[in-house]
């Protein structure tokens, strides 16, 4: 009797609900709890909420229940239907257990609190692995996962989003990719989607109406130079001003001293074994590297003049306004466009083309760091996880690490 006693306690039980009889098996690694009501009970409807209705019938279910130490506890009930004046005949909900009536999914066979508990973990460590730590199959706790972040994303309310920032990531090996936008005054993801084109920047603007947000009330983007992008925004968010990502920018850049490189390298066989040494900045290059750059004939080479150009367009980002930063970049521009080096004379073509949502970077001053660093949270789970079988199982994580989602898990 105490034992059953004390069971009833840990799993906070209230009348009418008792615990019944508990067996251990010890060889198995098992501990079954059964769960009975008094006869007579009465319960509430699980639709209308309304009180004392009779049981009408039971049916015996179990459910995965927390490790009692390393053994495996399920709980064993008999659950009852009620008839229900309004509603008619209804399956009652426990309190241990999903309230799958009310929720609109079948019963997960796992109590409230073991849920919590996958949850937590795999905030933590891949899907996988919780399941090879809690003996079960990973299918039926993607379920638990998919649950819980769709109920908080129905639940999240973006009414305030005026600020986001754009990008994509690869969803897996191949040409898979997966667009991520970002609310960049919260720092948490609104909506991942598949592709990359102008229909996910519509498939967002849906999504943010959907969760009471107004497309036309974003005021400002961050995005990469992408064409598809532009066009997105242009047509889905139709007051938002664009500042193209200074990182991004700056890699236009970095890759056409990068192309001047490998031509000249043809020539010059001492260039070899240099790439890195031109795509970092002299404060971020090793002894060895810095050795090397003082002995390369850097006044004769186009790699070294395509460099200081380089340096010098990282240095539009230090001007102290917009006005001075559009002065500065006209006599960048007049510099890139002379030097009669090609990779860096496109270059320059490029940035003339976004000119005006690259200077938007001074009155706006918003990049998309902040969504690289969620994008680099996204591949580290992915590698750990040796990638998800589902581009629907990786958007669930995406919202999980990165969503600050209200997952609102028992306790």
Not at 200 to 229: K, N, Q, R
Request: net charge positive; aromatic share 10%.
């Amino acid at each position: 009797m105490r034992d059953t006693a004390l069971l009833q306690l840990a799993l906070g039980l209230t009348p009418p609900w008792t615990v019944s009889r508990a067996d251990f098996d010890a060889v198995a690694h098992r501990l079954d709890i059964q769960i009975d009501f008094a006869p007579g009970s009465r319960f509430a409807c699980p639709t209308c909420g309304t009180a004392d209705c009779p049981a009408y019938d039971t049916e015996r279910k179990i459910w995965r229940h927390l490790n009692f130490f390393q053994h495996q506890a399920y709980l064993t009930a008999r659950v009852p239907r009620v008839r229900c004046e309004t509603c008619g005949i209804k399956t009652v909900n426990v309190p241990w257990a999903t309230e799958h009536a009310r929720e609109g999914r079948p019963d997960s066979g796992f109590t409230l609190l073991f849920e919590a508990l996958v949850m937590t973990m795999v905030s933590a460590m891949p899907v996988k692995a919780v399941a090879r730590i809690v003996g079960e199959h990973d299918t039926r706790l993607w379920r638990v996962v998919h649950h819980y972040v769709d109920q908080a994303r129905a639940r999240s309310n973006v009414a305030d989003v005026t600020q986001i920032a754009i990008d994509e990531t690869a969803a897996r090996r191949g040409h898979d990719y997966m667009t991520l936008f970002v609310d960049i005054d919260q720092a948490r993801v609104l909506f991942a989607t598949e592709g990359k084109g102008a229909e996910t920047i519509a498939a967002f603007a849906d999504d943010l109406t959907a969760h009471g947000g107004d497309p036309e009330a974003i005021d400002e983007v961050c995005i990469d130079m992408s064409p598809a992008f532009i066009k997105g925004v242009t047509e889905s968010l139709p007051n938002a001003a664009i500042t193209f990502d200074k990182f991004h920018a700056v890699k236009i850049i970095n890759d056409a001293v990068d192309q001047a490189r490998r031509g000249e390298q043809k020539r010059q066989s001492l260039l070899r074994g240099t790439r890195y040494i031109w795509l970092r900045n002299p404060a971020n290059l090793s002894d060895r590297q810095r050795e090397t750059l003082e002995n390369l004939p850097t006044r004769y080479l186009k790699t070294a003049r395509a460099y200081q150009i380089r340096l010098a367009f990282q240095d539009l980002y230090n001007q102290p306004s917009a006005a001075a930063a559009a002065v500065f970049l006209k006599k960048w521009y007049f510099w890139a466009t002379h030097s009669r080096l090609p990779p860096m004379t496109d270059a320059a073509h490029t940035v003339k083309r976004h000119w005006d949502g690259i200077l938007r970077w001074f009155d706006s001053k918003i990049a998309n760091g902040l969504i690289e660093g969620i994008n680099s949270l996204v591949q580290a789970a992915k590698a750990k996880a040796r990638g998800y079988r589902s581009i629907r199982n990786l958007k669930a994580m995406v919202y999980l690490l990165a969503g600050k989602l209200d997952l609102r898990l028992p306790g």
